[in-house]
């Protein structure tokens, strides 16, 4: 990439380097997705998510600041909101003087907490602890119908768009939307149905998911491959259009780093909740065991 950068073949590599700590660039006025950092995280972006690259848009977008809900020893997290893309939180964060580095990140609509290394000894043990699977997250969501009771997702994940240049079947369709195939990575995702209720007169459930691994839209896709799709998410087979329900609660690991961070659900998906005519009292307390 470097190398076709200085022959002006790849644009876009020094400016967004410092911003996103990855490679995000544009190849002859088309915004390409790439590995933002960490051995095996399989972080892309498409341009829906990311917004419009530097050289169309080179105005900054004022953004307001984000809770900070945890720093110290070169790690860090905030409380990234409903419809914020990841690298407006990075935005936020540069304004404050900060030098984030990313080491993982939450798609437009998934709130929740937002890790980040701040200093490069910290996104080496960081990038090291993902890849041994070792930082455990929990996250909550509103998926269609009423799911079991528990279950474990074992499904590989194929993103198309990480495979450009690859054999691709015949039919057109989204590049970027992911798909359970043979030919993907692994992924592992163990859920748990906590509340049930109603929309519209059709059953829903609040459940609680953890993914073993980290693949892109891995939970979306894991639920909707065992048929229950989160509630709005209809890049992914649901008929509701309200907005989706995906937070992350909490993200713990220990090791190399040690840190627990935890951050409440947001009103707006407390309120998606509510409306399906679930005991917030109730949930509240069941969402103790996993906070």
């Known amino acids: 990439l470097q190398a076709k950068a200085e022959t002006g ?3 876009g590599l020094e400016t967004c380097h410092d911003q996103f700590g990855g490679c995000i660039v544009g190849c002859e006025g088309t915004w390409m997705p790439g590995l933002i950092s960490g051995a095996g995280l399989e972080l892309y972006v498409d341009r829906l998510d990311l917004g419009k690259p530097a050289w169309e848009d080179p105005l900054t977008i004022e953004v307001p600041e984000f809770p900070v809900l945890f720093n110290s020893d070169g790690v860090a997290a905030i409380h990234k909101p409903y419809g914020v893309t990841t690298e407006a939180c990075f935005q936020d964060l540069e304004r404050r003087g ?5 080491v993982s990140r939450l798609d437009r609509p998934t709130t929740g907490v937002l890790l980040f290394a701040t200093t490069e000894g910290s996104l080496e043990a960081l990038t090291e602890l993902f890849r041994q699977r070792a930082v455990k997250k929990v996250y909550v969501c ?16 194929f993103l198309p768009e990480a495979h450009r240049g690859t054999a691709q079947p015949a039919e057109s369709y989204d590049t970027y939307k992911v798909r359970v195939a043979d030919s993907g990575l692994e992924a592992v995702t163990r859920f748990t149905r906590i509340a049930t209720g109603a929309l519209r007169g059709r059953p829903v459930s609040v459940v609680v998911a953890q993914p073993e691994t980290g693949r892109t839209h891995q939970i979306r896709v894991h639920m909707a491959h065992v048929g229950h799709p989160l509630v709005g998410d209809g890049r992914y087979g649901s008929s509701f259009t309200s907005n989706v329900v995906l937070h992350c609660m909490t993200m713990q690991a ?20 509510a409306d399906a005519g679930v005991d917030m009292n109730l949930l509240a307390e069941a969402l103790t065991k996993w906070s």
Do not use: H, N
């Open 98 to 102: 900060w030098t984030p580095w990313s």
């Open 254 to 273: 220990s090791g190399a780093k040690e840190f627990a961070i935890s951050c409440a659900l947001p009103e707006e998906s407390k309120q998606a909740i």
């Open 9 to 11: 073949e790849v644009l």
């Open 142 to 157: 509103l998926c269609e119908g009423e799911t079991p009771e528990s279950g474990r997702v074992d499904a590989k994940l």
